[in-house]
């Protein structure tokens, strides 16, 4: 019973994994079609994420994190 018990458990928690994977997927693939869509609009070549560990400055007058999010929002 015991076995049965954890094998059910650890099976369980594979599926959440695998589920939490695909909407994070998901979720990934809407944020980057609209920061591609406002990059494009705006002539950006490049978009970073913020807080990224290799961005040593950035200029706040061209952070888009808020346009970023009100259109995703709107999706």
Same mark, same amino acid.
């Given at each position: 019973?015991?076995?049965?018990?954890k094998r059910s458990f650890?099976?369980?928690?594979? *599926?959440?994994?695998?589920?939490?994977?695909?909407?994070?997927?998901?979720?990934?693939?809407?944020?980057?079609?609209?920061?591609?869509?406002?990059? *494009?609009?705006?002539?950006?070549?490049?978009?970073f994420e913020k807080g990224?560990?290799?961005?040593?400055?950035?200029?706040?007058?061209?952070?888009?994190?808020?346009?970023v999010t009100k259109s995703?929002?709107?999706?």
């Open positions: 019973l015991d076995k049965d018990l650890s099976d369980e928690q594979e *599926k959440l994994r695998r589920r939490n994977q695909e909407l994070l997927s998901e979720l990934v693939k809407k944020v980057r079609g609209v920061v591609s869509t406002i990059a *494009k609009e705006k002539g950006y070549q490049f978009v990224a560990p290799f961005v040593l400055y950035s200029d706040s007058a061209i952070d888009i994190t808020e346009e995703f929002d709107a999706l």
